[in-house]
């Protein structure tokens, strides 16, 4: 089996999506900091995309909250941090408890379509109980009206594919409150709901896996 295929390097010219791949790799693994610029030259000459892709990629990244742009100057600067995961799973959350209320059972969703993460062609991977849970996710949002489902799909499952990878995780110091046993009890739990018809525990059970895989911190304390 070839190994993977190096996160800078392309078989194929990348497309506008792909390359907003590739910038969202460049956070997972600190190439950017909070607070950088995004520079348009400086990635084009990296990822050898063109101008335009790079604009139409960082429209994407602007959409995903992980990148804004200043006033001003209209600079593109990063956004995304190592809590910032956390926002973004909130968000799915949030788009569960929508879909909770339109299904009785998983099988009465219809399947999405046999993929592989995002993270995988850029030699990254995802610890499985995060793989499981983004893929059910993607189950659970096929009852979702076209748009609010490809909203879910494009902003929140794509980015949180990379940026929730291993090396993301190792790289940013993101340990986990809880153990992956934990956390995939949990989402064995979530499956076991979907699948029976009993999507009203699916908001919280959620919620709960959340909070398992948000980084592990004391909490600040107050300044006298």
Same mark, same amino acid.
């Given at each position: ?5 190096? &996160? ?6 990348p ?5 907003? +791949? ?10 950017? /900091? ?6 348009? !030259?400086?990635?084009?000459? +990296? ?7 790079? $604009? ?18 209209? &600079?593109?600067?990063?956004?995304? $941090?190592?809590?910032?995961? +956390? ?19 998983l ?46 799909? !494009? ?14 995780? /190792? ?19 979530? +499956?076991? &709901?979907? $699948? ?7 908001p919280?059970?959620a ?8 980084? !592990? ?6 300044v006298?």
């Amino acid at each position: 089996m070839p190994n993977p295929m190096p &996160a800078t390097t392309r078989a194929l010219r990348p497309t506008t999506h792909d390359t907003a +791949e590739l910038l969202l790799v460049d956070l997972a693994t600190a190439r950017y /900091a909070p607070g950088d610029s995004l520079d348009v !030259d400086t990635i084009v000459r +990296e990822h050898r995309v063109t101008p335009g892709e790079v $604009h139409l990629a960082l429209f994407e990244l602007r959409r995903m909250k992980v990148v804004v742009r200043a006033p001003f100057s209209g &600079a593109h600067v990063v956004v995304w $941090h190592r809590r910032f995961n +956390e926002v973004l799973l909130r968000d799915l959350v949030r788009m569960i408890s929508v879909a909770s209320t339109k299904a009785t059972s998983l099988e009465d969703v219809p399947e999405p379509g046999v993929r592989r993460p995002a993270c995988t062609a850029h030699g990254l991977a995802l610890p499985a109980d995060v793989a499981h849970f983004l893929d059910l996710a993607r189950a659970i949002v096929q009852v979702l009206s076209p748009a609010a489902r490809q909203h879910v799909l !494009d902003d929140l499952l794509l980015p949180l594919e990379i940026l929730c990878s291993a090396r993301a995780v /190792a790289v940013h110091d993101m340990r986990p409150a809880l153990g992956e046993t934990v956390r995939a009890a949990i989402v064995d739990l979530m +499956e076991a &709901a979907a $699948h029976y018809g009993e999507w009203a525990q699916l908001p919280g059970l959620a919620s709960d896996y959340v909070t398992a895989l948000g980084v !592990d911190e004391p909490p600040v304390r107050p300044v006298d």
